[in-house]
């Protein structure tokens, strides 16, 4: 009986299933990594839900909100800068972080591990080593005509309380002579964060501003949806804040 040779893949053969392979990988792993990612932003924003859900019972225990944390040694945003609150976590609000860790709660954020997620509300405030302010409150910069208008331009917005309002402490209370719209926010530095570019842009005001939801801003941040994350870039706040009416918006309403 004659031998039959094995019959073996050519040369060209191979390169063009190695093409072909090379070409399917190349329209899957976008796709994959995109899915990864709205996962990921999903899962944000539902633990920003859970936060908001620890204000609010709070509030119902103590008929305020806790202090936003401005210490200075908390550093910028991209530090501990506006940390959850301690109170959530010692009142078994939130999950609390071991004794001695920078973070108040074990709530940490997913696009900035090793830091919790961002709290931000006007009144009270943390200014000093863990000492409440009696003279100066917390501000938040808010567009003017927010949430139905949003801007970062430093001209069309204000901050809560202004300098120029009576703002006085009593106690355990904060009086103002103008209600910020806005009672309190909470947020993640979301994907592709960029700290010098948010200073450019707006200073301290994000991230109300809707435009900055998943984009980028500091002393104006995080309530302008100008700085709400955008699919697009890839890159902004992911929010949740709480209005003065009690509604509750923010980057979970967007469709990515």
Known sequence: MPHLAKKGFTLVELLVVIAVMAMLMGIL???????????????????????????????????????????????????????????????????????????????EDRFHRGHTYKYRSPGEVYKDRGVISKHIPARLWIPNNFPSASSIDENKGQKYPNDSERWQYLGHYSLFTKQSPVTWVVFSLGPGFDGADIQGKVGNRYPVSKELWYSTVEKRYPVSEKLWYVSKSHTGFLVRLRLKNGQQIGTFQKDY
């Open 29 to 107: 792993l976008p796709s994959l990594a995109q899915a990864r990612l709205q996962s990921k932003i999903l899962a944000a924003n539902i633990d920003l839900q859970q936060i908001g859900i620890a204000l609010e019972c709070y509030y119902d225990d103590y008929k305020k909100y806790p202090p936003t944390r401005e210490d200075c040694q908390t550093g910028k945003v991209e530090d501990h800068l506006y940390q959850l609150p301690e109170e959530l976590a010692r009142g078994g609000y939130l999950p609390a972080a071991n004794s001695g860790d920078v973070m108040a709660t074990i709530m």
